[in-house]
C-alpha cells in the first residue's frame, strides 16, 4: 500500500468540483492566448513550447465566464427540465475552463513557480465561488430535483440514471438545500477554506526545501553509496554552497537517508529537520493555519445538519460513515501495534548487542531494521537497488505487466511537447491497434515539484465530448549525478507499479459522461486499481523481465530473489502502524464538532494517538499533522483511511488472480471490463462483488501484513 497524492492540489480539485473533469477546449475563442483554442496536437494535449504563466489566469476567468453563461441558460431554459436540456448540457460546459484547468493542474504540482504560486491563491477564493455559484443555484438545483423525481420513469440507460443520481446527491451536499442566509454563510466558509489549502500546499513546498539538511564533512555522511554523495554535493552546489552537501526532505516523515546514514548524530538531525519543517515559528509555520480549517470544516458539517466533518463527506464513500471507517482502523491498530513492538524489541537487542547504550528513537528504526533484516535475511537494501535502475522498471516491469493482463503496447512520442526535459510521454494502443490515449511520465524530484507522487488527467476520457484520456504519472525519485544510473528501492518500484494502477483506471475509461470517467470514484475505491497493480511488481515472470543489473544485463540471481519473498511481511508491524498513525489523525480532526476548541496541535496529536492505542514513541506516523498534505490541501480531509478500506479489496482482488490462474490475459481483460472500465457508473460494493462473486474479506490483507 502507497500512500499516495491522487491530486496535486487543492486547486486542481476545486476546479474539477467547478466545472467537471479536465476536457479539451474545442469551443473557445481563438486568440493569442494559446489556451484559449483547441490544440492542434494529438489527443488534444497541450503545446507546452508556446503556453507562458501570464496564459493561465485570463483563460480560467474567460473560461469561468462562460461556464457561468452556460449554467445561467440552462437553469433559466422555459421549457420543462429532461435529462438531455439540463444533465446532458451541464456535461457539456465549462469547455475553457476545464481545458485551462487540466494544464494549470499539472504545471502547478509538477513543475510550479512563484507566478504559478501565486495565481493559485489568487484564483483559488475565485474557484470556490464558482462552484458555489452552480451548486447554490436553486433555479438549476429544482430542475436536477425534479428530474431525479421522475428518473425511473424516463426510460435512461444505467449510466444516465447514475449521472442523475450523482447530480442530485453533489448539489445537495454541496448546500443546495440550505436557507438563503445558510448559503451565503457557506460561500464565505468555502472560500476561506479554499484559500487556505492553496497556501498550506505552497508552504509545504517552502518548507520542505527550507529544512534541507546542510552538511559540512563527507564524513557524516558515511554509509550513503558514492552516488548519493555526489547528488548530494550537485544539490548543494546548485543551492549556492559549493563544497557541502545537502540532503533534500521528501513529504513523508522519514527520509530514504535514514536507511544508510552511520552517524546517529546526521540521522538525528535529518528527522528532526523532517519533522518540524512545518513549526519553526516561521514564515512556513502551518499550526495556525490548520487549527482554522479544523474549525472551518466543522463550521460546515453543521451548517448542512451534520455533526461534523467525516458525517458530511463520508455520504457517497463506500464506508458511507466515520464509524465504519474508524471501525476498520481499530479492528486493525492493535494488531500492527503488537507487531511493531517485537520489531523494536529486535531493533533494541541488536542496539544493545553492538553496544548502543541508547534507547531506540525514530531515526534509529530504519538504520537498524535494515541490519536486523540483513541478519534475519540475509538481505541488504544495497544488494538490490542494481538491479533496480528506473526506467527499466517503467517499461520491461510497469509497461510489460500491464502489457502481458490488458493486451496494451505502447510508443514513445519523442515529438510531444513537454514542460520539463525529465519527462517522456507514450502513446498506448489496445491489442488490436486502436489508440487509448497519451500517458506522461514525470519521476525525478525537483524543488519546483509538490512533494508525493500521484496521477491526474489533462483531458478525461468521454464518449459524449469524443475525448480519450491524456494521463499523467508524477513522482519524486532522487536524480542520479550525471552519467550516474537512477537506481532506486523496491519501494520506489512498487510506488510505480502503483500509479500506473491509477493511470490504467483513467486510460481504460469507457463512460459517456465525463462526470462519471474513470478515477472520478469514491476515494476508499480510487486506490484499488493503484494498490491492485502494485501485487504484479514481485510475480515473477514480471520481476524476472525487469530485475536485471544495470551493468550487465543479468537478471538478478534466485536466491536474492527468495529473500526478497521471504523478507516481504519484514518491517510491516511499522509500516502499517506509521499509515494507521496518519489514518487516525485524519478522522480525529475531521470528528471534531464546533463545540470542541482545539488550541494545540501537537497536544491534540500525541492525545489522539494515545486514545486509540497508537501511540509509540518509536514509531511516528507517516505524516505529522503540521505536514499532512493530504488533507489539509491534497483533497483527502476525512479519506486517509481509504488506503486501508482499498486494501482490503486490492489484496482480495488479486486473491481471485491466485485462485484462477494467476497472470493471464483473460483474467486482466476480466479485471479491466469489470473494475477498471467501469468509472463511477454503478455502486461500488456491487462492482466488486461481481468481480469477485462474494463480498471483500480481511484475511488477504493481514495475510500480506505477516499480521495473520
Not at 167 to 177: L, S, T
Not at 367 to 374: G, S
Amino acid at each position: 500500500m502507497k500512500q499516495v497524492l491522487y491530486f496535486p492540489a487543492v486547486l486542481l480539485v476545486l476546479l474539477t468540483a467547478a466545472c467537471g473533469p479536465n476536457q479539451q477546449s474545442k469551443n473557445s475563442t481563438m486568440g493569442e492566448n494559446p489556451l484559449l483554442s483547441a490544440s492542434s496536437l494529438p489527443y488534444g494535449a497541450p503545446d507546452f513550447t508556446v503556453i507562458k504563466n501570464e496564459h493561465f489566469q485570463p483563460a480560467i476567468e474567460q473560461g469561468m465566464n462562460e461556464h457561468l453563461a452556460e449554467i445561467e441558460a440552462i437553469a433559466n431554459n422555459t421549457e420543462e427540465p429532461t435529462f438531455d436540456n439540463t444533465l446532458v448540457a451541464m456535461e457539456k460546459s465549462g469547455r475553457l475552463l476545464d481545458h485551462a484547468s487540466g494544464v494549470f493542474g499539472l504545471l502547478a504540482g509538477a513543475n510550479t513557480n512563484p507566478e504559478i504560486q501565486q495565481i493559485e491563491e489568487e484564483m483559488a477564493p475565485k474557484l470556490s465561488a464558482h462552484r458555489d455559484a452552480i451548486y447554490m443555484n436553486d433555479k438549476l438545483f429544482q430542475r436536477v430535483k425534479s428530474i431525479y423525481e421522475q428518473r425511473e420513469s424516463l426510460g435512461l440507460d444505467a449510466e444516465s440514471l447514475k449521472l442523475v443520481d450523482y447530480y442530485f446527491k453533489k448539489f445537495e451536499q454541496a448546500g443546495a438545500n440550505l436557507s438563503a442566509e445558510a448559503k451565503e454563510q457557506m460561500k464565505k466558509l468555502n472560500g476561506e477554506e479554499a484559500t487556505l489549502n492553496t497556501k498550506f500546499t505552497n508552504i509545504m513546498m517552502a518548507a520542505a526545501n527550507a529544512s534541507a539538511l546542510v552538511v559540512d564533512d563527507k564524513a557524516e555522511l558515511e554509509g550513503l553509496s558514492d552516488g548519493e554523495i555526489a547528488a548530494a554535493a550537485q544539490k548543494a552546489e546548485a543551492a549556492g554552497m559549493t563544497g557541502k552537501y545537502m540532503i533534500p526532505i521528501l513529504n513523508t516523515t522519514q527520509q530514504p537517508a535514514l536507511q544508510s546514514l552511520k552517524n546517529r548524530e546526521t540521522r538525528e538531525k535529518l528527522f528532526k529537520a523532517s519533522w518540524s519543517r512545518a513549526e519553526q515559528s516561521d514564515e512556513n509555520d502551518t499550526r495556525a493555519m490548520i487549527l482554522r480549517m479544523a474549525e472551518i470544516r466543522a463550521e460546515k458539517a453543521e451548517l448542512n445538519g451534520f455533526q461534523n466533518y467525516a458525517e458530511w463527506k463520508l455520504q457517497n464513500q463506500m464506508a458511507k460513515t466515520p464509524e465504519a471507517a474508524i471501525g476498520l482502523l481499530s479492528k486493525l491498530a492493535p494488531q500492527a501495534t503488537t507487531k511493531a513492538k517485537a520489531e523494536a524489541a529486535d531493533i533494541q537487542k541488536l542496539i544493545d548487542k553492538q553496544g548502543g547504550n541508547f534507547k531506540l528513537a525514530a531515526w534509529d528504526w530504519n538504520f537498524y531494521a535494515e541490519q536486523v533484516r540483513k541478519e534475519k535475511f540475509d538481505l541488504d537494501g544495497s544488494q538490490i537497488k542494481p538491479y533496480f535502475e528506473m526506467y527499466n522498471v517503467l517499461e520491461n516491469g510497469v509497461f510489460y505487466a500491464a502489457t502481458q493482463l490488458y493486451g496494451i503496447t505502447f510508443k514513445e512520442r519523442n515529438d510531444i511537447p513537454v514542460y520539463n526535459e525529465d519527462v517522456r510521454v507514450f502513446e498506448i494502443f489496445n491489442e488490436d491497434g486502436s489508440a487509448i490515449g497519451l500517458f506522461y511520465v514525470d519521476l525525478f524530484k525537483r524543488d519546483n515539484k509538490s512533494g508525493g507522487a500521484w496521477m491526474g488527467n489533462i483531458v478525461e476520457q468521454s464518449r459524449l465530448l469524443g475525448d480519450k484520456p491524456v494521463i499523467y504519472n508524477v513522482c519524486n525519485f532522487a536524480k542520479p549525478a550525471p552519467g550516474e544510473p537512477a537506481l532506486i528501492s523496491y519501494d520506489d518500484v512498487t510506488t510505480m507499479f502503483h500509479e500506473f494502477g491509477h493511470a490504467t483506471h483513467g486510460l481504460f475509461a469507457d463512460q459517456t459522461y465525463p462526470s462519471l470517467s474513470g478515477t472520478n470514484v469514491a476515494r476508499d475505491f480510487v486506490e484499488l486499481p493503484s494498490q491492485f497493480n502494485e501485487h504484479w511488481a514481485l510475480y515473477p515472470t514480471v520481476f524476472a523481465n525487469y530485475a536485471k543489473h544495470y551493468k550487465t544485463g543479468e537478471p538478478m540471481p534466485q536466491e536474492l530473489v527468495e529473500k526478497i519473498k521471504k523478507s516481504a511481511t519484514f518491517n510491516q508491524g511499522y509500516a502499517f502502524s506509521e499509515f494507521l498513525e496518519a489514518a487516525i489523525l485524519d478522522m480525529e480532526w475531521h470528528t471534531l464538532t464546533t463545540a470542541d476548541k482545539v488550541e494545540d496541535v501537537n497536544a491534540f496529536e500525541v492525545e489522539a494517538l494515545k486514545k486509540n492505542g497508537a501511540y509509540l514513541d518509536e514509531v511516528p506516523p507517516r505524516y505529522r499533522t503540521s505536514y499532512f498534505k493530504h488533507v489539509w490541501g491534497g483533497g483527502y480531509a476525512a479519506g486517509y483511511y481509504a488506503y486501508c478500506w482499498a486494501e482490503v479489496l486490492d489484496n482480495d482482488a488479486f486473491a481471485w488472480f491466485e485462485e484462477n490462474g494467476g497472470l493471464t490475459r483473460e483474467n486482466g481483460q476480466r479485471f479491466r471490463d469489470m473494475i477498471l472500465s467501469r468509472g463511477n457508473t454503478e455502486d461500488f460494493t456491487k462492482m466488486f462483488r461481481d468481480f469477485r462473486g462474494q463480498d471483500p474479506t480481511i484475511e488477504p490483507l493481514l495475510k500480506k501484513r505477516g499480521l495473520l
